[in-house]
């Protein structure tokens, strides 16, 4: 795919979704991190339905410790790796009031050295949050790179590298969510829908469909 037809797909992608954001429900940098800690391999919608209780029992890094790990746990039963994530939850909030003084750090390395917390977290965090423009490659951002030939790779980093070298800086901050966006709701992993999508003339996937 040629820079020209790259800057196109951005340019519809934009006019489409001027100022996207993540589907992941918040108040503030901690409930985001935790939102993305919760994320992994379970779905946004079951992530918030869990989340609205809660955050409003324990909004801040403190809170969550007194909650305790069975508290956590009872809050967010309905996802995938719950005792896990509980685990992990309560051991990053340690962390943040210990070392952090209960604030998100806006600092790769640190973040990425929470417990639960990888690179993709990461680069959710610094992006959503702090506004860097970072690109945090999950499972949809992966298929679309690929489907469409935009950054294909194969392996994540390989794609995110690959996006981070193709896309312009004046894309940057929003192409994670435009991408994300799109591949759950457009070029799904099944049969995309390319009767509906708004980029199907420049996207380099061959056995395109007729599905809206």
């Not at 006019?15 to 939102?35: G, H, M, R, V």
């Not at 994320?39 to 410790?65: C, E, H, I, W, Y």
């Not at 294909?152 to 991408?179: M, N, Q, S």
């Amino acid at each position: 795919m040629n820079k020209q037809k790259r800057i196109e797909i951005l340019e519809r992608l934009r006019a489409n979704n001027p100022n996207p954001t993540t589907e992941l429900e918040y108040n503030s940098t901690f409930e985001l991190l935790i939102a993305v800690l919760l994320s992994a391999q379970a779905t946004d919608v079951g992530v918030n339905k869990a989340t609205r209780k809660l955050f409003p029992a324990a909004p801040t890094p403190q809170a969550m410790l007194d909650l305790g790990v069975d508290g956590v746990k009872e809050h967010i039963k309905t996802i995938g790796l719950f005792n896990a994530k509980a685990e992990n939850v309560i051991k990053t909030c340690e962390i943040l009031v210990r070392d952090y003084n209960g604030e998100v750090p806006e600092d790769r390395p640190a973040l990425e050295a929470l417990p639960g917390v990888g690179r993709k977290t990461a680069n959710v965090v610094l992006n959503t949050a702090f506004g860097w423009p970072t690109i945090a490659v999950d499972t949809h951002i992966f298929r679309v790179s690929n489907r469409t030939k935009f950054a294909p790779g194969k392996t994540v980093r390989a794609v995110e590298d690959r996006l981070e070298k193709v896309i312009p800086a004046e894309f940057k901050v929003d192409a994670h969510h435009w991408f994300i966006l799109h591949g759950r709701y457009t070029c799904i992993a099944r049969k995309p829908r390319c009767g509906s999508c708004i980029i199907e003339d420049l996207c380099e996937f061959k056995e395109k469909t007729s599905d809206d």
